[in-house]
């Protein structure tokens, strides 16, 4: 007789779906066995998209200057013990060249809601990096903006944008964000990228305080709906010196088996394997590709300026020693029969650029 969670699994792997209840059950219950099962199927679905190329995107944290309070986040504006620092155009544009002399052919533009990066300084900085790398995408992660911003930033030639929902619950996301901070502008903003035209992205943090399995099973039903071209998901790390110092971080084995759901229920989804997951093992980041995540980021950040991108405590690659991510990763990949590849990585099958009208 087989028990209820190995039934639950071999039907996610026939139908690619559960209904949200047995999502829920599934994350409960799961065995050892009904997760081995579920990444042996992950990793046989990418392979037969992505075959073993493992997409790369440089990372730029331009800014750690923010608008916001997220409660779990490290550079929320309450955080007055954090020195604060934010990259000029030109010195994005002098990191970006190097990136794409090391092979880098996406730049994700990663910040605070800084109000430093309005369109008038950002359109130009997009039209120059598509310029002079006309093979390489630019993704934008810079949170909300309005729907003619993006619609602006999309024109001025960024290809993709990555806005973590954060949670698909609306009570739940309300525990995690200030009373300023609504759930529906989220969702919203996610629509109007898509619309826009833009690659998107959503996500959320594995282990978030207060998380439950119906919210997880919420997200893997908002993620088969809104079938999103990225999907960051990473464990919840507490920082310092935030409200959320004493909540516990999320687990590897949990962040590794979602990443085999979301493979399983999406299968040409661009998955990360995030630094996140790298900061609570060791090999972090080579247990989430072989989970089935095909993609990962490393930074391209100027090192004097990692240590103070700090969303969470003990965030690696800061140091001088990793100044150069993209070789310790390729090696990393390479150790697990995945090759690193010098190309934008787009989505498979998924929408070609609409150009501008
Ligand atoms: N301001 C941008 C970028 C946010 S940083 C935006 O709003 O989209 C990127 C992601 O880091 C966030 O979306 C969040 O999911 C994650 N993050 C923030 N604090 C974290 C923490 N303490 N542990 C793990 N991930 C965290």
Same mark, same amino acid.
């Given at each position: 007789?087989?028990?209820?969670?190995?039934?639950?699994?071999?039907?996610?792997?026939?139908?690619?779906?559960?209904?949200? +209840?047995?999502?829920?059950?599934?994350?409960?219950?799961?065995?050892?066995?009904?997760?081995?099962?579920?990444?042996?199927?992950?990793?046989?679905?990418?392979?037969?998209?992505?075959?073993?190329?493992?997409?790369?995107?440089?990372?730029?944290?331009?800014?750690?200057?923010?608008?916001?309070?997220?409660?779990?986040?490290?550079?929320?504006?309450?955080?007055?013990?954090?020195?604060?620092?934010?990259?000029?155009?030109?010195?994005?544009?002098?990191?970006?060249?190097?990136?794409?002399?090391?092979?880098?052919?996406?730049?994700?533009?990663?910040?605070?809601?800084?109000?430093?990066?309005?369109? +008038?300084?950002?359109?130009?900085?997009?039209?120059?990096?598509?310029?002079?790398?006309?093979?390489?995408?630019?993704?934008?992660?810079?949170?909300?903006?309005?729907?003619?911003? @993006?619609?602006?930033?999309?024109?001025?030639?960024?290809?993709?944008?990555?806005?973590?929902?954060?949670?698909?619950?609306?009570?739940? @996301?309300?525990?995690?964000?200030?009373?300023?901070?609504?759930?529906?502008?989220?969702?919203?903003?996610?629509?109007?990228?898509?619309?826009?035209?833009?690659?998107?992205?959503?996500?959320?943090?594995?282990?978030?305080?207060?998380?439950?399995?119906? %919210?997880?099973?919420?997200?893997? %039903?908002?993620?088969?709906?809104?079938?999103?071209?990225?999907?960051?998901? $990473?464990?919840?790390?507490? %920082?310092?010196?935030?409200?959320?110092?004493?909540?516990?971080?999320?687990?590897?084995?949990?962040?590794?088996?979602?990443?085999?759901?979301?493979?399983?229920? %999406?299968?040409?989804?661009?998955?990360?394997?995030?630094?996140?997951?790298?900061?609570?093992?060791?090999?972090?980041?080579?247990?989430?590709?072989?989970?089935?995540?095909?993609?990962?980021?490393?930074?391209?950040?100027?090192?004097?300026?990692?240590?103070?991108?700090?969303?969470?405590?003990?965030?690696?690659?800061?140091?001088?020693?990793?100044?150069?991510?993209?070789?310790?990763?390729?090696?990393?990949?390479?150790?697990? $029969? @995945?090759?690193?590849?010098?190309?934008?990585?787009?989505?498979?099958?998924?929408?070609?650029?609409?150009?501008?009208?």
């Amino acid at each position: 007789m087989s028990t209820a969670s190995a039934v639950l699994t071999e039907q996610l792997i026939a139908a690619h779906a559960l209904p949200e +209840e047995g999502y829920a059950q599934l994350i409960r219950e799961h065995t050892e066995e009904d997760a081995l099962r579920l990444r042996d199927e992950a990793v046989r679905l990418r392979r037969a998209i992505y075959g073993n190329a493992v997409y790369t995107r440089g990372l730029l944290e331009i800014s750690n200057i923010c608008k916001n309070d997220c409660l779990y986040c490290g550079i929320r504006r309450s955080n007055k013990k954090l020195e604060r620092y934010r990259l000029r155009p030109d010195e994005i544009l002098a990191s970006a060249e190097k990136g794409h002399a090391l092979g880098f052919r996406t730049f994700v533009l990663q910040g605070g809601e800084d109000g430093y990066y309005t369109d +008038e300084l950002l359109i130009p900085l997009i039209r120059e990096m598509k310029a002079r790398w006309p093979d390489s995408a630019v993704t934008l992660s810079l949170g909300e903006r309005t729907d003619e911003s @993006y619609k602006a930033l999309y024109e001025a030639g960024a290809d993709r944008y990555l806005l973590r929902h954060e949670t698909a619950d609306a009570a739940h @996301y309300a525990r995690l964000h200030p009373a300023d901070m609504s759930f529906e502008n989220r969702m919203r903003c996610l629509q109007t990228l898509r619309e826009t035209g833009y690659q998107v992205g959503c996500g959320m943090m594995v282990g978030s305080p207060f998380q439950t399995a119906e %919210h997880l099973a919420k997200d893997l %039903h908002f993620i088969k709906t809104f079938q999103p071209d990225m999907c960051g998901i $990473g464990p919840f790390i507490p %920082h310092k010196d935030t409200p959320f110092r004493d909540k516990s971080a999320g687990t590897l084995a949990l962040t590794c088996f979602l990443l085999s759901v979301i493979r399983l229920i %999406h299968p040409p989804v661009l998955l990360p394997a995030t630094t996140a997951l790298g900061t609570i093992h060791p090999r972090g980041r080579e247990l989430g590709i072989a989970s089935g995540a095909n993609v990962v980021m490393p930074n391209l950040t100027p090192v004097r300026f990692r240590e103070q991108y700090a969303l969470y405590d003990n965030k690696i690659c800061t140091g001088e020693e990793a100044a150069e991510c993209r070789g310790c990763l390729e090696a990393r990949m390479t150790s697990i $029969g @995945y090759e690193i590849v010098t190309d934008r990585g787009d989505v498979k099958g998924g929408h070609a650029r609409r150009e501008p009208t």
